[in-house]
Structure formats: C-alpha cells, structure tokens
C-alpha cells in the first residue's frame, strides 16, 4: 500500500452575530498545516518532514486565475501545528488549490497554477534536497488524514512530496585477501582504501514540471521531463564539470566482505550518464605477502565509469547505490572473476578465491629470422 504524506490544514471555528437573533455559523476555519509523512523517503531524514525546517506555500482560490490566494508564505512548526507566517482562512464557498516546496524560498524557481520551473540550479553550490508537491486541486474544507502511518490524528489537505534531484552513494568491498596453491604457496593481500574522488558529474541544470491533464481534482501529479530514452533528468545547462575533494576522512583498511561507504549519500543532478564521462577514482595502496614475507607495496590510483549498462541515467526522485568489488589482484585490469561477497547467487570464498584469470602466465614465442640481402667480403 503507498502511504501518502500529509500536510494537513485544520480549523478554528468563528462566531457572527446577527443584530435581532444571536447564533453560531460555520464561517470561515484557520488554515493550519500538517508536515508530509510520505515523499521524504529519500530526503531530508527518514520519510517526517523535521520540525525545525521550513517550507513554502502557494495556493489559488477558484476563479480568480493569475492570482495568488497563497502568495509564497512561509510555513513553520509552532510546537503543535505547522501555520503559515500570516493567518489564512477558507472561504466560504470558493475551492481552492494548494501547491508547496522545500527548501523554503529557495531561488530559481519560478511557480504558476500549471507550470513549476526550476532555472540553472547549481547543485554543487546549493547541495540541498529539492521537493516539490502534488497539487492538491479543489479543495473546500479539511479531510480525514490519508493512510498516514504516523497516525498523528490530524486532518487537512493531503500534500504529498516529490524530489526534484537524484541522490547518490558509493560503497567499496574487498572480495578477497588471502590464496593458498595446492604446492602449500600462501598469497596475502592488505588493502587500504586511502581517498574516493567524483569526477566529471554535471551540475548546473532546468527542470519544466507541467501539471498532468487527469485527475482533474485530488492529488494531481506534475509531468516530469525525459531524455531520449524516457529517463527522467533535467537540461543541462552548463557543461562545466563537477570533481569532489577526497570524501574519506581517513584511510581504511579493509576487510573481506565488510562495505565501507566511500562517499556518503550526496544530492546530484539528474542526467544522462555516459560512458566514461562520470566516474569514481579510488587511490589505494595495496600490499602483497608471500609465505608471510613482504613481497610488493603499490599505491595508484584506479578510476571507473558510473555508467553501466543496467544504469544508464540518475533519475529524478531516485536513490543510486554504487558498489565498487576491490580485487587486490588483476589480469588486464579484470581482477578475476572471484565473485559478489555480498550476493548469495555469487558467492566467494575470500580465503580461497577463483583468481585463474589473474595468474601470471607466460606466452614465450621467437622472432623469426629476418635474411640481409648483403654479401659480406672480409679479405684476410
């Protein structure tokens, strides 16, 4: 079951008096928030908006087109309920439509009834997690809360976020460290991961959301664009690349079998991965051991492509999970093909690896003889 998130709006009722007959009315009710419990999954922490952020709001009364009933107000958490910066009540028999995001007042982002653009958005600069909203469309009144697991009680109009921007992490295991050949010949490997480096990743880039024709009331989603193979990414706008400072704090040792996280979960832009543009470079010193005696010691660096055939874009909304198998031995650059410690249908064992690929073998061939067409006359 999908569990919508909710930004309820709740009420205060009022009391108008008439001047023969005294009696309380229905009038207009307090338009309050409640923060989203659903499209935060990959977002700001867990899938709760945190109370001590803010977002914005837009909202348009019925009939009055090109006019803001909401006008980019501020909505912040007073300790019970999430209200706007001024007070805002319904009316009395006008629908309305809701539109919110985050971060709150955020530039370069242009907002109407039907489109939400986002221009040059530079998200080395701005690494923040941008969120847009369903538009909740004809709204009147508040609403039983919507299959929200936080079973907080509250009511409103349910407001679900989206996230506008990919996000990614990187991972690195050690496959292996340790041979043993049937003559009783012992290989030992130490690994250490010394730094993780993003390269070539694009950065400045437009988005065009446009509001879908259906449903016509509700929750309404919003036409995300598509590159040419239907992947949801946004325009690029500057080619200028963008290439991290080292993300380890520290150098790492690594075990069989143990992931260690390279880079921490980063927001990215959207985009079209090709081949051999965005990369990962790892500099690593390997040790080699044999029968427990030092033998060789190699520091270098290695890169690799992010794009690979089952990845081919980093997709709006999206959370992409890299994981880099460090094989301390290579045969071309291959590695061997020892195995995924970290996936049962591949299993390896790290003490007695499958490195046939990665021995060293010899191809030993002669030149041929090339014949001189010179007669060579010595008089003695």
């Excluded at 598509?226 to 400072?245: E, H, I, K, R």
Aim: proline content about 6%.
């Amino acid at each position: 079951m999908k569990h919508f998130g909710i930004i309820a709006l709740s009420f205060a009722l009022l009391a108008v008096s008439c001047s023969k007959t005294e009696k309380t009315l229905p009038f207009s009710h307090e338009i309050t928030f409640q923060t989203a419990n659903y499209a935060t999954k990959a977002g700001i922490t867990g899938t709760v908006f945190p109370t001590n952020e803010t977002f914005s709001a837009y909202a348009w009364a019925e009939g009055t087109a090109g006019t803001y009933f909401m006008d980019n107000e501020t909505i912040s958490f007073d300790g019970s309920q999430w209200k706007p910066s001024s007070v805002y009540y319904w009316p009395k028999n006008t629908t309305v439509d809701f539109f919110c995001y985050y971060p709150t007042n955020m530039s370069g982002i242009a907002v109407s009834e039907n489109v939400i653009s986002y221009s040059n958005i530079d998200v080395e600069t701005n690494p923040l997690d941008i969120m847009y909203s369903d538009k909740a469309v004809s709204f009147t009144d508040n609403v039983d809360e919507v299959e929200d697991d936080a079973a907080s009680g509250y009511t409103g109009v349910p407001i679900i976020f989206r996230h506008a921007l990919a996000k990614l992490r990187v991972n690195a295991v050690l496959v292996y460290n340790h041979k043993q050949e049937a003559d009783g010949t012992v290989t030992d490997w130490e690994v250490t991961l010394n730094s993780a480096r993003i390269g070539n990743i694009f950065k400045h880039g437009d988005c065009t959301l446009n509001l879908a024709s259906s449903p016509s009331t509700g929750l309404v989603g919003w036409e995300k664009p598509q590159d040419a193979d239907g992947n949801y990414v946004w325009t690029v706008t500057d080619s200028t690349a963008f290439n991290s400072g080292n993300y380890m704090p520290a150098p790492v040792d690594m075990t069989p079998g143990v992931v260690e996280n390279l880079v921490p979960e980063m927001f990215v832009l959207p985009q079209t991965l090709d081949n051999g543009r965005q990369n990962i470079t790892l500099n690593l010193t390997i040790k080699t051991k044999r029968n427990g005696a030092d033998f060789l010691s190699e520091t270098f660096d290695v890169t690799a492509s992010l794009y690979v055939p089952e990845l081919t874009a980093w997709q709006m909304n999206h959370v992409i999970t890299y994981q880099l198998n460090v094989s301390p031995t290579s045969s071309n650059g291959k590695g061997g093909n020892p195995g995924d410690p970290t996936d049962p249908s591949d299993p390896v064992d790290p003490n007695d690896p499958d490195l046939t690929d990665a021995v060293i073998t010899f191809d030993p061939a002669i030149d041929g003889w090339d014949a001189v067409d010179v007669v060579a006359k010595i008089n003695i």
